[in-house]
């Protein structure tokens, strides 16, 4: 074939071309040079070379053309386009059947239907426009008055809000077919609106927007395949239509069900919903809008903002086969939702809203007592250690000073989870206590690392006889590390994910998008770590003290203290284990030993480090020596004065009457 052949062109030799059907060139159909060109015919004209027949118009196309009915008429077949004048069976557009629910008995409901078909009996093409208002006004005056509508039962008012929708959704989508191109927007005094748009074939994005709800879609999702006449596209909002379907059932899909019980972990006892928005309708020409290439993306405005226990859900109205129906989640997601704002999308078209879902979660009150009982205990313990370390001098050491930080930071955690765990009212404010526990908690395992580093490095300088040189490393050591590892993780965390801080019903790391790892992966680590150091320090120790017969006291002490500080790693870090092991059947007795667990810590750690220890002991019975003798002093001090003070009111007295006499 000839290179230099032009588009829409047939080859015929290396030195010809044919132009294809619907095109032409300037020489003929065969073309020989370069320079020419084929062109495409217009056979729509002028002048027409093809007709289409009455009440229809002729399209050109590239390389070809079709037939389409003028706005207000439909080909009888129901199909969009036609080749020529023998296939032309353009009708004047008909506004479509629309019976009344069977089995409703209801005056007002009978009024309505009745204007309906007074409505359709004198429908034409040239009054679409006034038709499409009256109906609009109709249906606000519906829903506005509905009277004894209001005396039906919640099946039948959902049965009759079904009726509504589906037979608003069909015949504004019918009648849509008879509007001209353009823009249009219909009210009725109610309050009830409808936005619409009718476009040509184009590539922009088709905005609607209708009292608080914004809708958004491509022209492939308005448009059908194959199809290239003009495109309906309505948004439908009405007001008093939430009254009928307020209290309707909302049915979650499995992923949103899933979810909403893994945050509970099966302590969900109640769901019931309120109706945030205005129920809005949305349709498009499109002949099947329950699976559309593109998902409709819709902006909803409400005045509420969600408080803790409550979720926001994007729900569209799903009609059964009986003809009522119920709310549901399948198919439509939220994109984000922020304050009073809401973003959601979906693959289907229907009738759609916001619910606020309120949630109640069964508590354990046995639970709780162990909680705030344990708690109170271990906070009072931890005081009571960390006032030991601080005065009590015989124990000043590096290891009584990581003692005195590790209880320090457990004080300040257990308080604030004691105190601030549920409140979940302002959500910032929850964040930062979420991000404090967070801080708190890991520094409270840092210390105990730290511990085990200081243990293993002492019994191995010990055995290499370089005692000295501890105490220096881990005075350099303790501080930056301590208190500046756990606050470059919380920073990192924060940094990345700072909306995964707190939850709905607790101010404590959220378990999306695997969050909670931010806290237990460096407690699981630590924990690892430590036991090694332990198990390697038991043995160096074991191992030096089979081969010395005296002078071990300062091993036995550091061997004691290993055992101490493992026992201290095993209450800590079994709490956390048993944390993560609250899933499955044994998520309840895990819950009562975790909750039990985490209350001894603080009794833990003043049981050992203080009233198991023979100089604390010592330095108490002196502390308790003193202030028997101080108050013995005191209360000999206050008798002698009473004495003295009352032998002096005597003399007193007695001088008084010797005066009195004398007079």
């Known amino acids: 074939c000839a290179l230099w052949c032009p588009p829409g062109y047939t080859c015929i030799n290396s030195t010809a071309c044919h132009c294809s059907p619907g095109f032409t060139s300037l020489s003929g159909e065969i073309i020989t040079s370069p320079l020419d060109s084929c062109e495409d015919i217009n056979e729509c004209g002028p002048p027409a070379t093809v007709s289409c027949g009455n009440n229809a118009d002729c399209q050109n196309t590239e390389g070809g053309y079709h037939c389409t009915c003028i706005p207000g008429y439909e080909l009888a077949s129901g199909e969009p386009t036609f080749r020529n004048e023998s296939e032309n069976t353009c009708q004047e557009v008909s506004f479509p059947t629309w019976m009344p629910p069977p089995g409703i008995k209801s005056q007002r409901l ?101 009292n608080q709800t914004k809708m958004l879609l491509t022209w492939d999702t308005v448009h059908e395949s194959g199809d290239s006449g003009p495109a309906v596209a309505g948004l439908l909002s009405t007001p008093g239509m939430g009254k009928f379907l307020a209290k309707a059932p909302l049915v979650l899909d499995t992923v949103e069900q899933a979810a909403l019980n893994e945050t509970h972990k099966g302590v969900l006892q109640e769901i019931y919903h309120d109706l945030l928005s205005e129920v809005i309708s949305a349709f498009i020409s499109n002949k099947d809008p329950q699976n559309l290439r593109h998902p409709v993306t819709f902006i909803f405005q409400h005045s509420v903002i969600p408080g803790p226990r409550e979720k926001v859900f994007c729900v569209f109205w799903e009609h059964g086969q009986n003809g009522s129906g119920h709310w549901a989640t399948s198919g439509c997601r939220m994109v984000g939702t922020k304050d009073n704002s809401t973003i959601c999308q979906c693959t289907h078209l229907s009738s759609f809203a916001i619910l606020m879902a309120h949630y109640k979660v069964q508590k354990d009150s046995a639970l709780t007592v162990i909680s705030y009982v344990g708690l109170s205990l271990s906070l009072l313990c931890l005081l009571l250690a960390v006032l030991t370390f601080l005065f009590c001098k015989a124990i000043h050491n590096t290891s009584t000073s990581l003692h005195l930080q590790l209880s320090i930071c457990l004080f300040l955690a257990h308080l604030l989870f004691l105190t601030a765990i549920d409140r979940t009212e302002i959500k910032v404010l929850c964040s930062i206590i979420a991000g404090a526990l967070h801080y708190l908690y890991l520094a409270s395992f840092t210390w105990m690392l730290l511990e085990g580093l200081h243990l293993f490095l002492t019994a191995r300088n010990l055995i290499v006889v370089n005692y000295s040189s501890v105490n220096k490393f881990m005075k350099k050591l303790m501080f930056p590390v301590g208190y500046g590892v756990p606050a470059v993780i919380v920073t990192i965390s924060a940094a990345s994910q700072p909306y995964l801080y707190g939850t709905p019903t607790s101010c404590w790391l959220n378990s999306k998008k695997g969050f909670k790892w931010s806290f237990l992966g460096p407690v699981c680590s630590i924990f690892l770590v430590n036991l ?62 975790f909750t039990i667990i985490n209350s001894l810590q603080g009794v833990f750690i003043f049981l050992v480090y203080c009233l198991l220890n023979q100089q604390v002991r010592k330095q108490y019975g002196e502390w308790f020596k003193g202030i028997y003798i101080t108050k013995s002093r005191s209360e000999k001090y206050t008798l002698s004065s009473k004495t003295e003070s009352d032998a002096c009111k005597y003399s007193a007295v007695r001088s008084h009457i010797a005066d009195t006499e004398c007079n």
């Open 532 to 593: 090694v150091f332990f198990l390697v320090t038991l043995w160096m120790l074991k191992s030096k003290l089979s081969s010395l017969n005296s002078d071990v006291s300062t091993l036995q002490n550091t061997r004691m203290l290993t055992f101490k500080a493992t026992a201290q790693l095993f209450i800590l870090g079994c709490t956390w284990c048993l944390g993560i092991l609250q899933v499955g059947p044994a998520a309840h007795v895990m819950a009562y030993l």
């Open 110 to 210: 009978s009024c309505f239907f009745h204007r309906l078909q007074h409505l359709r009996g004198n429908f034409s093409s040239a009054s679409v426009q006034s038709t499409i208002q009256d109906l609009i006004q109709e249906v606000g005056d519906l829903l506005e008055g509905p009277q004894d509508l209001e005396n039906l039962s919640q099946s039948e008012k959902q049965y009759v809000a079904t009726n509504l929708l589906l037979g608003l959704e069909k015949a504004l989508r019918w009648l849509g077919k008879a509007l001209p191109i353009g823009a249009m927007t219909f009210s009725s005094s109610a309050g009830t609106k409808l936005s619409l748009k009718v476009q040509e074939q184009g590539y922009e994005n088709i905005t609607l927007i209708q």
